[in-house]
């Protein structure tokens, strides 16, 4: 088990670029999420998938900001003309589990700066 | 909706010392309950968690009980160490109907030797 992995683990851009992240998530987990986390905040959920199916996506989540989860393994989270605000630090976490018992785990991040 | 309500921070403790960190929530339904810890440059990890009334979960020393009448999960460690010093951050998922976390603003806890 290699835990969820990140690419990159840091992004600088500049203002109208797009930029691509990438999530591995644990192998055989069937639920993957996306998140954002500012500086001083906790994570805000932006959107998640179970298998390939995307099944919910936070009002944060603007039409600037799309992700796929081809095949139901890794995912991808693109940020169009990425403006200054979207500097943050974005988190992926998988989990597979049935009703009560359901655990997130996370992956390192990827800390986006937009310039 | 669903949100969770920390202590703010950041605390500073000398070692040794009783560490508690409160943490409130509001939830339309009965959610499950957890505290996420963050090291210094490294990720979020699962701390403990708890998904009934009055269940305890406990690790590293580290302990919180669900208290639904006060609708709380306090962390509470009785002797913390240099070793603790991160970001601490109680959530909740609204289990098994929704599955994303709700999370805290985090406390940032030091510990002096």
């Known amino acids: 088990d290699t835990g969820v992995s990140q690419d990159p683990r840091h992004k600088i851009t500049k203002r109208g670029q797009n930029v691509t992240f990438r999530c591995d998530p644990i192998?055989?987990?069937?639920?993957l999420y996306w998140y954002r986390q500012t500086l001083g905040q906790g994570p805000e959920f932006l959107t998640y998938?179970?298998?390939?199916?995307?099944?919910?996506k936070s009002r944060l989540l603007s039409d600037r900001f799309s992700a796929e989860r081809p095949k139901g393994s890794f995912s991808t989270l693109e940020i169009q003309r990425t403006e200054q605000g979207d500097s943050a630090m974005y988190l992926c976490?998988?989990?597979?589990?049935?009703?009560?018992?359901?655990?997130?785990?996370f992956g390192p991040g990827t800390r986006l700066l937009v310039l | 909706g669903n949100s969770v309500t920390q202590m703010e921070g950041p605390v500073t403790l000398s070692e040794e010392a009783f560490l508690t960190i409160n943490c409130t929530y509001t939830?339309?339904?009965?959610?499950?309950l957890f505290w996420y810890v963050q090291y210094p440059g490294e990720g979020l990890q699962l701390l403990l968690k708890?998904?009934?009334?009055?269940d305890k979960g406990s690790n590293k020393g580290f302990e919180a009980t669900y208290r639904k009448e006060t609708t709380s999960f306090h962390l509470e460690k009785g002797s913390v160490q240099v070793s603790d010093s991160a970001v601490y951050f109680c959530?909740?998922?609204?289990?098994?109907?929704?599955?994303?976390?709700?999370f805290g603003a985090g406390t940032t806890v030091t510990v002096r030797a």
């Open positions: 959530a909740l998922s609204d289990l098994p109907n929704d599955y994303k976390l709700s």
């Open positions: 939830a339309t339904g009965y959610p499950s």
């Open positions: 998938f179970q298998n390939e199916a995307q099944l919910e």
């Open positions: 192998s055989e987990h069937n639920r």
């Open positions: 976490a998988s989990s597979v589990g049935q009703g009560w018992d359901e655990t997130q785990y």
């Open positions: 708890a998904t009934k009334a009055d």
